[in-house]
């Protein structure tokens, strides 16, 4: 097994999609995680980059957010789109990304991103709450790199 296939396990990842729809089911905002061994790049450059490869950038209210993982590096960040960003105080995902990062030191992988889901959804909710019709833009699969 690849060292980003052993960070969670199935039932690990499972758990965090649960979270993602839960957390979806209260905004019309779109998260998703991403998993990678390794970049050569910064974190929130990788991250940017990530985020348009996965195409969030698609989203209708540009509500997308990511949250990636480099394993071996140890390094997390959270990037949301324009739509976001435009709506929200500058330190919008800090306090999301310390709990986070909290779970990570205890090596609580899957209870971390769930929490930061969670917490996500919750945030989202109030900029982007759910409209009649809402759908589900994006995947919320766990992607890999």
């Not at 957390?23 to 998260?31: D, V, W």
């Not at 195409?55 to 140890?74: H, P, S, W």
Request: proline share 1%; net charge negative.
């Amino acid at each position: 097994m690849s060292i980003t296939e052993d960070f969670l396990s199935s039932d690990d990842e499972q758990a965090i999609v649960n979270a993602i729809q839960t957390a979806e089911n209260h905004t019309s905002g779109e998260i998703r995680v991403h998993i990678e061994e390794h970049s050569d790049l910064e974190v929130m450059d990788r991250a940017r980059e990530v985020f348009t490869l996965l195409k969030m950038e698609q989203t209708n209210a540009r509500n997308g957010v990511l949250f990636y993982i480099g394993v071996r590096d140890r390094q997390f960040a959270i990037f949301g789109d324009n739509g976001i960003n435009n709506a929200v105080p500058d330190d919008f995902w800090e306090c999301t990304k310390d709990v986070v990062i909290s779970h990570f030191k205890e090596k609580k992988f899957k209870e971390g991103l769930i929490a930061g889901v969670l917490r996500a959804g919750e945030q989202l909710k109030n900029y982007f709450p759910t409209e009649k019709n809402d759908k589900d833009e994006l995947s919320n699969e766990i992607s890999r790199g």
